[in-house]
């Protein structure tokens, strides 16, 4: 059985950072591609970021630049790098995994950017 959970998100002022977590059981985290989402109230998710089993990376084109996506194969984990956080970025923030034709979620991790 495949679990994903994620955590390290929180309250955070404009321009700090954060970094998300994003830890498997069930799966060797390793050898799939794994994506980082995001949903902010009253939008679609959409794709932030994501890991190839080659450590490649791919970013949307609006999220070039701020994050920094990475893992850590001893820890079965997948990090997410946020800096110069911005209001717009609120949102919960998903990982993803597809394993035999099946895609795999967190619960989410609700980041805040108020001041």
């Known amino acids: 059985q495949v679990h994903l959970v994620e955590s390290g998100g929180g309250l955070v002022q404009p321009g700090g950072s954060l970094r998300l977590s994003c830890a498997a059981s069930g799966i060797i985290f390793s050898v799939y591609v794994v994506d980082w989402y995001r949903q902010a109230p009253g939008k679609q998710r959409e794709l932030v970021a994501s890991?190839?089993?080659?450590?490649?990376?791919y970013y949307a084109d609006s999220m070039k630049g701020r994050f920094t996506i990475s893992r850590d194969n001893a820890k079965n984990t997948v990090y997410l790098q946020i800096n110069s956080l911005k209001p717009e970025d609120t949102a919960v923030y998903y990982c993803k995994v597809v394993k035999g034709g099946y895609a795999y979620w967190g619960q989410g991790t609700q980041v805040t950017v108020s001041s």
């Open positions: 890991i190839g089993n080659g450590d490649s990376t």
